[in-house]
């Protein structure tokens, strides 16, 4: 397998971008993207698109041609290709284009990820990201995604001590992280007291336990180290990008508490890489849910497990603390544009390791990117290194 | 949708699921292919005894459209008897549900669509008077 390098990326601003189309929305991704990167386009020799619901948000499917196509490469030819795994789209996106390039087959290739959600009402929206969870014996129950969450952070409290503050702590965070991120959905702080007394989303969780639903796109371009190295002097590396499945319903787990298919992927990602958890110096998790964040503290290995909750409390994650975790604000605040949200993980730990994050920067050696689909069926880690 | 729901109807009418002869798991929804034993699986269908104990719940607030006149209502994780674990709603007060509190499947209606349209119904737990 030959070494992989980033070697540019771009991003729309996430939110409710009401002015701008689907199209709009990934090409201004794309061309910051190029320009970043210094590519004319014509370099390019294929693009994996993430993507969860076109068909439902926008009812456009054909997504991969339709972005090719309006990226300007329809002359080219290039095959795209669109990836789904709900809200782990981009992460899958991001690993088909990994493993093209790390094979030899294509020495440039884009992955992209794009959600336009707002073209349809809110509750629809929601109920379009439930079919993440499993239709006929989860959602035709009654589940919400935010229930079936709700539900494993009730377990969490109940086995673990962890408290509702825990989690209201890691929404203040991240609200905190994205004042400082120009494209962040929600760039102001929010105050412990204000996140405890939000409505009730599904009990236990509240409204700033929850991710929003947001409008955006972003890019990577990958690239051979070799050619990497004609086109930037900051290449970031790719030392591993690894997926893992488990049973698409909760109910269907053996252990609620555990994401299996996150400790999988880390496992072989660490691995991999020839790093471990603790050389980790900055992440990316899938903070679809507070509670998600802090499961992603234990099966990422950076806490033990049940003890999540402990690293917030000590401002472990915080961005001036051990391990900085969602710098950009995370899916909470930076905003959760579903398929595009694994490829928007990539873009923040690449520009936090070339030393580009503005305002945000952190130091940082190796960092990690989580994303994950629904409630944990499917994990995608992928570790970057300088 | 139709076709897609009455297909299920024995299994959601009677909480009828599946069991592994080979290693003896017990599987709710029914599952033709056991993961434990996957190529030697040996599936019969069974109806399960329906009482079991709550594992994890939630009160939902924010409902989907369909089911915004019931909200709130409770959701629940049901550790089944035989060993299953369902997601389902409880009919009962928010304040009622208990981890661990004893239930049973009763039968009841789950939507219909629209005034013209099917109604739905299935299995949901109430609370189990031991």
Known sequence: MRKVAVIGVGQSNFGELWDASFRDIVLSAGIEALEDAGLEGREIEAMYVGNMSGGRYLAQEHIAALIADYAGLAELHIPSTRVEAADASGGLALRQAYMAVASGVHDIVIAAGAEKVTDVGSEAAMEILASAADREWEVFAGATLASLYAMIARLHMEKFGTRPEDLAMVSVKNHKNATLNPKAQFRREISLEIALNSPYVAEPLRLFDCAPLSDGAAVVILASEEVAKTYTDTPVYISACCQASDYLALHSRKDLLTMRAVVHAAKQAYKQAGIEAKDIDVAEVHDSFTIAEILAYEDLGFAEKGKGAELIREGVTNLDGDIPVNPSGGLKACGHAVGATGIRQAVEITLQLRGDAGKRQVDAENGLALNVGGTGATAIVTIFTR | ?130
């Open chain 2, 1 to 130: 949708m139709l076709p897609r729901f009455w297909r299920k109807i024995k299994y959601r009418y009677d909480l009828v699921g599946t069991k592994c002869e080979n290693c003896g798991n017990y599987y709710y929804p029914p599952r033709n292919l056991c993961p434990v034993c996957r190529r030697k699986s040996k599936i019969r269908e069974v109806k399960l005894s329906g009482r079991g104990e709550v594992i994890s719940y939630s009160i939902v607030h924010e409902a989907p459209e369909d089911l915004k006149a019931e909200k709130p209502y409770v959701i629940a994780l049901i550790r089944l008897d035989e060993g299953p674990l369902v997601t389902s709603q409880l009919v009962c007060e928010p304040e009622e549900v208990k981890i661990g509190m004893r239930v049973r499947k009763a039968f009841r209606k789950y939507g219909e669509d629209g005034e013209a349209g099917i109604i739905y119904y299935g299995t949901k737990f109430v609370l189990d008077e031991v």
